[in-house]
């Protein structure tokens, strides 16, 4: 089977681009669309550092063939950080000391996405279960879970009409 | 191998066609994707089951027929499927549960696939859809031997255990996210109870001589304990990076006794 054209809803905007037949959604978004915040870890599933959200929901993009999520909305690190600003996940980052390496942050901060979109007041245990598909090989676990729980509260104050 | 073609049908009837063909049925990928990525996969087309209409879960009079391709995360949020939600949470982490599905589970090796002890020991029926045809089989069939060429398991059947008569408990090295050690789940239906066995042998295995030691007992850890040992008669334990056989063996009684006293 030929190449073929992709079409996909990333970050809001439709994108079209030429996939060879079992290109990995992951390597579409870096190699087609230049989108590099995924990274590809282990390719097995097992590090979630290529955690993207396919129609709101985590997924490993690396197991991901492309043509099988065709016309999808996915969202990846660059579809968050909204007019150039950086969202509260990403600022409670920053200042919590939770990104180390950086490596698995993309990856991090999805999950972590999409955490408080559908539970805005997690309480530790289900951030804990949230990340626990990502792996931080610096070991940091523990400041990327208060940062998620700071985030949380931040959008909830935020959230507060004044 | 490099993959020629993904095919992505949308209908039961092109997925088997697809199949007949010679593409691999995939459901989420989470077992097939890893071995393709790193070259090891004996593989050049896959056919996906996202788009073919097998991801519904219906429950109607104490019967749920949750189509193949639900994803675990899916089977999960089911308000009527809640007694498995503590499984599924021992199942690998949140990304690949909305990934991975209830058939693939089906075929993949312990330690993975605790699902499919669940599902044997719920003595669920699969819905197998094939070029001749529609026929059901009975989930052991399909873990000891697959289905024949050409085709695929389009839906599970499973009746719903009364409440109370659900038991799971899962070994693992982790809290989360881990594989099996041991993994005990068990029904009681009125024909008996079945308790069935991950994690101890190459396929889930129902653990008779277990089931025979606690027919008419009281589950009294002393039985329980009892019942564990004797289930040793029936497991094939492996070594894996998770624990060794001997430790398998070694600590089956204990989580025979959890899954019911925990």
């Known amino acids: ?162 | 191998m490099a993959i020629q073609a993904v095919h992505v049908p949308e209908s039961l009837d092109d997925v088997i066609a697809c199949s007949a063909r010679g593409g691999r049925i995939m459901g989420g990928g989470t077992a097939l994707m890893p071995l393709v990525n790193s070259g090891a996969a004996a593989v050049t087309e896959l056919v996906s089951l996202r788009r073919a209409g097998l991801c519904g879960i219906e429950v109607a009079e104490g019967v749920a027929t949750i189509g193949a391709a639900a994803t675990l995360a899916a089977v999960g949020e089911h308000p009527r499927l809640a007694f498995l939600r503590p499984a599924l949470r021992t199942i690998a982490s949140p990304t690949i549960r909305n990934q991975a599905t209830v058939g693939g589970n089906l075929f993949v090796a312990q330690p993975y696939g605790d699902l499919g002890v669940c599902l044997l020991a719920l003595d669920a029926t699969c819905e197998i859809a094939g070029p001749d045809g529609r026929r059901d089989a009975p989930v052991a069939d399909v873990l000891a031997a697959g289905t024949a060429a050409g085709e695929v398991v389009a839906a599970i059947r499973i009746t719903l255990p009364e409440p109370g008569a659900w038991h799971y408990h899962k070994a693992m090295r982790r809290r989360l996210n881990s594989a099996s050690i041991v993994t005990v789940a068990s029904v009681a239906a009125p024909g008996g109870r079945r308790i069935v066995l991950g994690g101890v042998a190459p396929r889930p295995v129902r653990a008779f001589s277990a089931e025979r030691l606690l027919d008419g007992r009281p589950l009294t850890p002393e039985n329980l304990t009892e019942a564990g040992e004797a289930a040793r008669a029936d497991i094939d334990p492996f070594d894996d990076a998770y624990a060794s056989a001997w430790y398998r063996a070694r600590v089956l009684p204990v989580h025979l006794r959890r899954a019911f006293l925990p």
């Open chain 1, 1 to 162: 089977m030929p190449s073929q054209i992709v079409s996909l809803v990333v970050n809001g905007e439709r994108r079209e681009f030429i996939a060879a037949p079992g290109a990995t959604l992951l390597a579409c978004l870096r190699e087609s669309l230049g989108l590099i915040a995924a990274k590809r870890g282990c390719a097995q599933g097992a590090c979630g550092t290529c955690t993207v959200l396919v129609e709101g929901r985590p997924e490993a993009s690396c197991l991901v063939p492309v043509e099988t999520v065709a016309g999808a909305s996915v969202r990846t690190l660059e579809g968050v950080t909204a007019g150039g600003e950086l969202d509260e996940v990403q600022s409670a980052f920053i200042d919590c000391f939770a990104t180390q390496c950086g490596f698995c942050t993309s990856g991090m901060i999805m999950v972590a996405e999409a955490l408080l979109e559908r539970n805005p007041d997690p309480s530790e245990d289900d951030v804990i279960e949230a990340v626990s598909g990502n792996v931080c090989r610096c070991t940091g676990y523990r400041p990327i879970v208060i940062a998620i729980m700071e985030a949380a509260r931040r959008r909830r104050e935020r959230a507060v009409p004044r």
